[in-house]
């Protein structure tokens, strides 16, 4: 079992910044990749960046160049510092994290309770 808790979230102004924070507990050993989705009001949850074990990193396409997901292995924390943002990132973003291995981050099986991301025009 594994225990995701976001915080970071807000309101924030097109062109601001946020960051996100996710903390892991439990059987944090057993994580193969940790990631972020989101989820706009009527829309499918998307992923918008992982980060293996490895430290790899993936992106979707809107979110290369604007934002950059991190992690402190010593806190069992991932982040996502999100730059220049824009009103179409208003969404509830999620942690997830894949437990297990050879597990993609497509196939997460452990979630946190969403943060709520606004971007005002």
């Known amino acids: 079992q594994v225990q995701l808790v976001e915080s970071g979230g807000g309101l924030v102004q097109a062109g601001g910044s946020l960051r996100l924070s996710c903390a892991a507990s439990g059987s944090i050993f057993r994580i193969n990749v940790m990631g972020w989705f989101r989820q706009a009001p009527g829309k499918q949850r998307e992923l918008v960046a992982g980060i293996t074990i490895g430290g790899s990193t993936t992106y979707a396409d809107s979110a290369k160049g604007r934002f950059t997901i991190s992690r402190d292995i010593a806190k069992n924390t991932v982040y996502l510092q999100m730059n220049s943002l824009k009103p179409e990132d208003t969404a509830v973003y999620y942690c997830?994290?894949?437990?297990?291995?050879?597990?993609?981050?497509?196939?997460?099986?452990?979630w946190g309770q969403g943060t709520q991301v606004t971007v005002s025009s």
């Open positions: 997830a994290a894949a437990v297990g291995s050879r597990r993609s981050i497509f196939e997460a099986n452990s």
